[in-house]
């Protein structure tokens, strides 16, 4: 069973920046890889950023790609998401998630994850 909090949502203007944090419990965290989802008022969620267990390999969605940074320190069970250049666009309550991975494995896709997070909520004013 894993637990995850997230935190360092809020309100910032267009061209700002934020960094949310995601944290776990649990002892096997670098065992998990983790994802970053966002759900915008009136749409589904979707698929921002992910990171393999390790923290050898990312992959991020086209629309955040250049702009967001997924990172992760397994030694402090916690992943993070740096997101520079904020659009109004990215207005979105933000999840991460974990997925149980033996290799170094990543998923883009909600399904492929075992745990969710709250979520935290970002808002960015144009």
């Known amino acids: 069973q894993v637990q995850l909090v997230e935190s360092g949502g809020g309100l910032v203007q267009a061209g700002d920046s934020l960094r949310l944090s995601c944290a776990a419990s649990?002892?096997?965290?670098?065992?998990?890889?983790m994802g970053w989802f966002r759900q915008a008022p009136g749409n589904e969620r979707e698929f921002a950023a992910a990171?393999?267990?390790?923290?050898?390999?990312?992959d991020y969605a086209d629309s955040v790609k250049g702009r967001f940074t997924i990172s992760r320190d397994n030694a402090k069970n916690t992943v993070y998401l740096q997101m520079n250049s904020l659009k109004s666009e990215d207005t979105a309550v933000y999840y991460c998630?974990?997925?149980?991975?033996?290799?170094?494995?990543?998923?883009?896709?909600?399904?492929?994850?075992?745990?969710w997070g709250q979520g935290t909520q970002v808002t960015v004013s144009s």
């Open positions: 649990g002892r096997t965290f670098s065992s998990y890889a």
């Open positions: 998630a974990a997925g149980w991975s033996t290799t170094d494995w990543l998923g883009l896709h909600q399904a492929e994850y075992d745990y």
């Open positions: 990171i393999s267990s390790s923290g050898g390999r990312t």
